[in-house]
């Protein structure tokens, strides 16, 4: 059975840093691109970043880039968020997801691990 656990999430004053991790199980790294979601109160999901399977491609979104940095580990198949400069926009429920995705890491994620929250405030 394919799962992916999220933890690392907590309460954190802007401008600290957080780092989440996403261990998968019933699936190996090679095959999966791994993406990280968010979801704020009221507001739509929206994809913050991804890693393809191949390692060899990584993706950001224009909110998080050069503050998020993704990447992973195949031995513990664990995918890690490290989050620096936090801002109070960036709290939401964090989520990762797996997805049997041949190039890069922009696609379809069928495979969901249940969140965690992150949440910015002074």
């Known amino acids: 059975q394919l799962q992916l656990v999220e933890s690392g999430g907590g309460l954190v004053q802007p401008g600290g840093s957080l780092r989440l991790s996403c261990v998968v199980s019933?699936?190996?790294?090679?095959?999966?691109?791994i993406g990280w979601f968010r979801q704020a109160p009221g507001k739509e999901r929206e994809g913050v970043s991804c890693?393809?399977?191949?390692?060899?491609?990584?993706n950001y979104s224009d909110s998080v880039k050069g503050r998020f940095t993704i990447s992973r580990d195949d031995a513990k198949n664990t995918v890690y968020l490290q989050m620096n400069s936090l801002k109070p926009e960036d709290t939401a429920v964090y989520y990762c997801?797996?997805?049997?995705?041949?190039w890069g890491c922009g696609g379809k994620y069928d495979y969901w691990g249940q969140g965690t929250q992150v949440t910015v405030s002074s």
């Open positions: 890693i393809s399977s191949s390692g060899g491609t990584t």
């Open positions: 997801a797996g997805g049997r995705i041949r």
């Open positions: 019933g699936f190996t790294l090679d095959y999966y691109a």
